[in-house]
């Protein structure tokens, strides 16, 4: 068994590997690992990102049905709340309705939004799907993009302070479905992969150029794709080893030498202050005095004053990660890969 130094140290290493990729390629691809695990760790390694698309099997259809579907759905979300700004949860209406009675505090539900496409064939008598939902759920006071989806004359107007309403774009959005002949040259082989235009919405909506998404449940890797597209960065995983490859192919980036045993590690949930402290000093945080406050932790102290507290990272506005600016000049392939 390791120790916790031994475990700070490596979760370090884990971290420099993953920022270095970033800054290499723009893009991580952890190894295989179940979504879950991967939030935990990335909130082990005080990772934090604007957006988290999460985007699972949807409890009918392919990839099967289980039976914990809420409770499972509801502890991913927890755990992204203190991962990302943004969140933006995938499913078909009637199975994402209970999830409006479900929203973990402080998540915000910030709109339902609708992805309409025609395309679709008919394969039952009766209704022929022609939707899918997407929540779009955020932390209090995350900010909203609206001006990324101006024209030119409206930023104009916009930069000049002369807009005095901005229109925001509407909650339904139009794309066809990526079959047959329809999106042909982006078409994986993935059986639900989203459109890149689909996509790229909500990346626009929750972020800015330069910011860093994360995809938990990626499939074939359309989110990174969209948010290279977009000037953004970001980490994604799968938990099939075949969609990891189909992700890398796509990409034309490799995945991380991370092993299964590293993407288990967290930092224990009941800790002293002074070892997270100790913690981000390891992983190169700046801590902001003013943000250490007991009443801004939400932290509880015992008679003797020691502290234990919910270990989260959510608070990471100067400790998390902040990608740098895309602009800056990357070093493609010039890098070799370390492991972990
Ligand atoms: C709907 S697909 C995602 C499609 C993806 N957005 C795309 O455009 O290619 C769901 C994906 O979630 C993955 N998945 C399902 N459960 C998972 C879990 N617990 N952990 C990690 N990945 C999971 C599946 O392997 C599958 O690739």
């Known amino acids: 068994m390791i120790n916790l130094n031994e475990e700070k140290k490596i979760l370090a290493k884990a971290r420099a590997v993953v920022l270095a990729e970033l800054d290499r390629s723009g893009t991580a691809i952890l190894p295989p690992c179940d979504a879950e695990k991967t939030l935990t760790f990335l909130l082990a390694l005080g990772i934090h990102a604007r957006v988290t698309i999460l985007d699972p099997w949807y409890n009918k259809g392919v990839g099967g049905v289980r039976s914990d579907y809420i409770p499972y759905i509801v502890g991913i979300l927890e755990k992204t709340k203190d991962v990302s700004d943004h969140l933006f949860l995938?499913?078909?209406?009637?199975?994402?309705?209970?999830?409006?009675?479900r929203i973990p505090k402080p998540l915000e539900l910030i709109?339902?939004?609708?992805?309409?496409?025609?395309n679709n064939p008919s394969v039952i008598r009766g209704w022929r799907s022609a939707q899918m939902t997407c929540l779009h759920l955020a932390n209090?006071?995350?900010?909203?993009?609206?001006?990324?989806?101006l024209n030119e004359a409206q930023l104009k107007m916009f930069k000049e302070g002369k807009l005095r309403y901005i229109p925001g774009p509407p909650s339904v959005l139009e794309e066809s479905l990526l079959i047959g002949f329809i999106g042909r040259n982006e078409q994986t082989g993935h059986p639900a992969q989203k459109p890149l235009r689909v996509i790229e919405k909500l990346l626009l909506m929750g972020s800015k150029e330069g910011e860093l998404i994360i995809d938990p449940m990626s499939g074939s890797g359309t989110t990174a794709d969209a948010a290279r597209r977009l000037g953004r960065f970001s980490i994604i995983c799968d938990h099939s080893e075949e969609f990891t490859c189909l992700a890398e192919k796509r990409l034309g980036v490799s995945r991380l030498d991370i092993s299964p045993e590293v993407m288990s590690l967290s930092f224990p949930i009941k800790c002293h202050l002074n070892k997270i402290e100790e913690f981000r000093a390891i992983c190169g945080y700046t801590f902001n005095s003013k943000?250490?406050?007991?009443?801004?932790?939400?932290i509880n102290r015992n008679s003797k004053g020691q502290v234990s507290l919910p270990f989260t990272l959510s608070d990471a506005g100067n400790g998390a990660y902040k990608v740098p600016s895309l602009k800056a000049k990357r070093r493609k392939g010039t890098m070799a890969k370390a492991s972990v």
């Open 111 to 118: 709109c339902w939004l609708t992805w309409y496409f025609k």
């Open 291 to 298: 943000d250490s406050t007991d009443s801004h932790r939400n």
């Open 90 to 101: 995938w499913g078909f209406p009637e199975i994402l309705a209970p999830f409006i009675e």
């Open 140 to 149: 209090p006071k995350a900010p909203l993009n609206v001006q990324n989806f």
